[in-house]
T-cell receptor, first 111, second 111 residues
Framework: NAGVTQTPKFRILKIGQSMTLQCTQD?????MYWYRQDPGMGLKLIYY???????DKGEVPNGYNVSRSTTEDFPLRLELAAPSQTSVYFC??????????FGEGSRLTVL | KNEVEQSPQNLTAQEGEFITINCSYS?????LHWLQQHPGGGIVSLFM???GKKKHGRLIATINIQEKHSSLHITASHPRDSAVYIC?????????????FGKGITLSVRP
């Protein structure tokens, strides 16, 4: 099993550009999450999903969108990138409220 | 005041020492997670616990629900234990209750 796979690992964007961070898991987990990690801060929840076709906002959803068309995939879309979105992004999944499994992270810089 | 507080903020130890990392929280919880993040790396779940104590190899996690406090102990520490250790709590009250993360403790173990 690959677990949780995120791509890309690194990306530099210009202000105003858009991009999608991909996340896929092969553990048949129903819950999936996107977090951002900023220096000196705890992980903050951007969006989450409790199953295919269901998504909901977390603490810091502004500037992002998600979709969950399949159990496996949970892409995060950044529209009109801003410097404030420079961060490390982590996708995670779990079976219900059990143990979380994280991807390797995606480091995004917006210049 | 943050819902999850970790102490100490940074910790340096000598190889072989017994290490304790603390986590205090201020809300009712259904579970507490301990996570490990190596420099530049992904995040790995170490423990999820709601009561008592769990052990895995040289790692022991305990929780005192009444005192709203958890500790992560590392016995016979090794330089490969150098990482950031993150505590996260899931508030009680529903399957969609989200995790709140501490800022993490940076542990350095010197050979």
């Amino acid at each position: 099993n690959a677990g949780v796979t995120q791509t890309p690992k690194f990306r530099i964007l210009k202000i105003g550009q858009s991009m999608t961070l991909q996340c896929t898991q092969d553990m048949n987990h129903n819950y999936m999450y996107w977090y951002r990690q900023d220096p000196g801060m705890g992980l903050k929840l951007i969006y989450y999903s409790v199953g295919a076709g269901i998504t909901d906002k977390g603490e810091v959803p502004n500037g992002y969108n998600v979709s969950r068309s399949t159990t496996e995939d949970f892409p995060l879309r950044l529209e009109l990138a801003a410097p404030s979105q420079t961060s490390v992004y982590f996708c995670a999944s779990s079976f219900g409220v059990a143990e979380l499994f994280f991807g390797e992270g995606s480091r995004l810089t917006v210049l | 005041k943050n819902e999850v507080e970790q102490s100490p903020q940074n910790l340096t130890a000598q190889e072989g020492e017994f290490i304790t990392i603390n986590c205090s929280y201020s809300v009712g919880i259904s579970a507490l997670h301990w996570l490990q993040q190596h420099p530049g790396g992904g995040i790995v779940s170490l423990f999820m616990l709601s009561s008592g104590k769990k052990k895995h190899g040289r790692l022991i996690a305990t929780i005192n629900i009444q005192e709203k406090h958890s500790s992560l102990h590392i016995t016979a520490s090794h330089p490969r234990d150098s990482a950031v250790y993150i505590c996260a709590v899931r508030r009680s009250g529903g399957a969609n209750s989200k995790l709140t993360f501490g800022k993490g403790i940076t542990l350095s173990v010197r050979p």
